[in-house]
């Protein structure tokens, strides 16, 4: 019923920035806690960031907090992930996800009930 839609990847050299959009659509996602996961270059797939349905409530994976953050615009149907301080560990695919039900820390351990097909993130040393 959610589709979801990643932009914002690309390359850029270690120390720089990049802003993720994730755009919902099909229905508002406006009651769905949403998050950010990523899968690195033979590695398995790991959480980020997640944030509640009003953006008050944020989490962030050791690894990235205080370089990243999780925000959203609900009425533009948008999550967003602001990467600062980029390393090349934080090579990935990004992917966005939505949950249905329950609480965006449950996002921690990978629940998730829609993903979008993910945007790469290439940082150069």
């Known amino acids: 019923q959610v589709q979801l839609v990643e932009s914002g990847g690309g390359l850029v050299q270690a120390g720089g920035s990049l802003r993720l959009s994730c755009v919902a659509s099909?229905?508002?996602?406006?009651?769905?806690?949403m998050g950010w996961f990523r899968q690195g270059p033979g590695k398995e797939r790991e959480f980020v960031a997640a944030i509640s349905s009003t953006g008050e409530v944020r989490y962030y994976a050791d690894s990235v907090r205080g370089r990243f953050t999780c925000s959203r615009d609900n009425a533009k149907n948008t999550l967003y992930l602001q990467m600062n301080s980029l390393k090349p560990e934080d090579t990935a695919v990004y992917y966005c996800?939505?949950?249905?039900?329950?609480?965006?820390?449950?996002?921690?351990?990978?629940?998730?009930?829609?993903w979008g097909k993910g945007t790469l993130v290439t940082v150069s040393s």
């Open positions: 099909g229905r508002t996602i406006s009651g769905y806690p």
């Open positions: 996800a939505a949950r249905s039900s329950g609480a965006a820390v449950t996002m921690r351990g990978g629940g998730a009930d829609y």
